[in-house]
């Protein structure tokens, strides 16, 4: 199984980033999928998700990300993607994308699989 993800880096406050998650090795349909992101310190955190389409395809987000993160998934390209606008200082982590077929795809002990990290950094 791999998950690579790409499209982190410098953005200023205000600013927007999008993160894409490219899946291999495993049946993208048949799980859910989440953006997770940690800060030194700190545990990972599930700020966004995205369910399987067998069940529902029901999205997830974060009370600090509501109404400036989307989660989005193409089955047909095995990617997950997370659109970030009005990023603030306290976005600033490194992005986890994931895979679960847990009923805990809320949150991130429910994660199966996961990728390398991508770095995002907001500047005042």
């Known amino acids: 199984v791999q998950l690579q993800a790409s499209g982190g880096g410098p953005v200023q406050a205000g600013g927007s980033l999008g993160l894409a998650c490219a899946a291999s090795?495993?049946?993208?349909?048949?799980?859910?999928w989440g953006w997770l992101r940690q800060v030194p310190g700190q545990e990972r955190e599930v700020v966004a998700a995205?369910?399987?389409?067998?069940?529902?395809?029901?999205?997830y987000y974060e009370d600090s990300v509501k109404g400036r993160f989307t989660i989005s998934r193409d089955n047909a390209k095995n990617t997950v993607y997370l659109q970030m606008s009005d990023l603030k200082f306290e976005d600033t982590a490194v992005y986890y994308c994931a895979a679960s077929q847990s009923v805990a795809w809320r949150t991130a002990a429910g994660y199966k699989y996961w990728g390398q990290g991508t770095q995002v950094t907001v500047s005042s």
């Open positions: 090795g495993l049946a993208f349909r048949q799980y859910h």
């Open positions: 995205i369910a399987r389409p067998g069940s529902g395809g029901a999205t």
